[in-house]
């Protein structure tokens, strides 16, 4: 069955940065949008960013824009988030996604795929 295992939260300070990763298995990986998502304590997951399978174009949450950056390593069948300037309100469970399109990918809802969460703490 399909994995998606996501590494590289944890605890950082305000104005830090943590890169994510999520190592997909059993799946056919170039062929998937890929993306990320969080869940904040007491809030609803919401989207954080994506990343196209057939050009690569990415797309970013407001709150995250010029801070967050995806990308994709097709032969390691690897998603990663690059997040900067970190803050307190970006506390949250971060989710990797995969959908074989991109416009369920980007509305959050029947996604194909999802990993079990890792979660970042940041101190103020």
């Known amino acids: 069955q399909v994995q998606l295992v996501e590494s590289g939260g944890g605890l950082v300070q305000a104005g830090g940065s943590l890169r994510l990763s999520c190592a997909a298995s059993?799946?056919?990986?170039?062929?998937?949008?890929m993306g990320w998502f969080r869940q904040a304590p007491g809030k609803e997951r919401e989207f954080v960013a994506a990343i196209n399978w057939s050009d690569d174009n990415t797309y970013y949450v407001d709150s995250v824009k010029g801070r967050f950056s995806i990308s994709r390593d097709n032969a390691k069948n690897t998603v990663y988030l690059q997040m900067n300037s970190l803050k307190p309100e970006d506390t949250a469970v971060y989710y990797c996604a995969a959908d074989g399109g991109l416009k369920q990918l980007l509305k959050g809802s029947s996604v194909d795929y999802w990993g079990k969460g890792t979660l970042i703490t940041v101190s103020s």
């Open positions: 059993r799946l056919t990986f170039r062929l998937y949008a």
